[in-house]
């Protein structure tokens, strides 16, 4: 998984406030995928993007959970008015272009968000 | 309901000996599945890959693929101690790229 940079890796939110965590994908790599891992669970997909498409979106909870990946800079999983139940580890993944890579993804380290 | 099924341990080897992990999932037109190695705080490492019925061998790793009975495997020869982690099996099942289906993994503990 080197390579596949996020930050912060660790935050603390009060509720309600916004939480953004970034991605930098490995280079190369031009797909990114945002996972979250909450206590006890397995992980689960959130989010598919390319350079400023949203690929699929079938795991992102309706409100609060926006995610970009712009032209410029890395991809931000935006979470608005947090509340405790956000509270988990989130994984980046990113992958190279998909004809010579089937489905094989690779994580970054994740950021642990702790809602307060 | 797209399911990957694992036991979740935990499963206890002494060092040296074989560690089996098993995993099933319930979507036929999944093709391609992967065992991932997480240690404890920190993020899923990808050990290896397969989609072909039978086989595949890199390392002390062997993965098994039967598609007829669903189910997949991984064998660990020689366990170590720092093979102790939790191992996450994960499926795509046709849908978009990069979108897997894990199972909740198996944790594993070596014991010297």
């Known amino acids: 998984n080197a390579g596949v940079m996020q930050n912060p890796r660790h935050l603390v939110r009060r509720r309600g406030q916004e939480a953004r965590l970034r991605c930098s994908p490995m280079k190369g790599h031009s797909h990114v995928y945002w996972y979250r891992q909450l206590p006890e669970e397995g992980l689960k997909f959130m989010v598919y993007?390319?350079?400023?498409?949203?690929?699929?979106e079938s795991g992102m909870p309706k409100e609060r959970f926006s995610a970009e990946f712009p032209k410029e800079g890395p991809s931000i999983l935006r979470i608005q008015q947090v509340v405790r139940g956000d509270s988990a580890a989130y994984f980046c993944a990113s992958s190279p272009y998909v004809e010579t890579s089937g489905n094989t993804i690779y994580f970054g380290e994740g950021s642990w968000l702790t809602v307060v | 309901q797209k399911e990957v099924e694992q036991n979740s341990g935990p499963l206890s080897v002494p060092e040296g000996a074989i560690a089996s992990l098993n995993c099933t999932y319930s979507?036929?037109?999944?093709?391609?599945f992967f065992w991932y190695r997480q240690y404890s705080g920190k993020s899923p490492e990808l050990i290896m890959f397969i989609y072909s019925n039978g086989d595949k061998e890199d390392g002390r790793f062997t993965a098994q693929l039967n598609k007829a009975s669903q189910y997949v495997s991984l064998l660990i020869r020689d366990s170590q101690p720092s093979d102790s982690a939790t191992y996450l099996c994960?499926?795509?099942?046709?849908?978009?790229?990069?979108?897997?289906?894990f199972g909740k993994g198996t944790k594993l503990s070596v014991k010297p």
């Open positions: 994960a499926s795509d099942y046709g849908g978009s790229q990069g979108n897997l289906i």
């Open positions: 993007l390319q350079k400023e498409n949203i690929i699929d």
């Open positions: 979507d036929r037109g999944s093709q391609s």
